[in-house]
């Protein structure tokens, strides 16, 4: 139904919204790690700044998978209201 299918595609939004914010506080703790750690030697500043790349990419793409389901959804709460 209808309904169904509107709520399988807010559930799409929530994951994804929701996946968006972990990679930004992900981001946020590293940077402050990053910081804080930098002077030690038993930590190896390129791999947590390969890291922090990838989760800037995961961000992007993540984004863009709510964008696009955003869309969807607000086509189907148009076409609920234009039947």
């Known amino acids: 139904s209808h309904w ?11 994951q994804a919204l929701g996946k968006w914010h972990d990679a ?4 946020m703790f590293l940077d402050g ?8 030697s038993f930590f190896s ?4 700044m390969l890291y922090i790349k990838g989760l800037q990419k995961q961000k992007l793409d ?8 955003w869309k969807i959804f607000v086509e189907l709460i148009g076409s609920e209201e234009n039947p």
Not at 4 to 14: A, D, I, V, Y
Not at 45 to 48: A, L, T
């Open 45 to 48: 500043k390129d791999s947590y």
């Open 4 to 14: 169904e299918e509107l709520n399988s595609q807010l559930k799409s939004l929530h």
């Open 62 to 69: 993540l984004l863009d998978l709510f964008e696009q389901n």
């Open 33 to 40: 790690f990053m910081l804080e750690y930098t002077q030690s």
């Open 24 to 27: 930004d506080i992900a981001l």
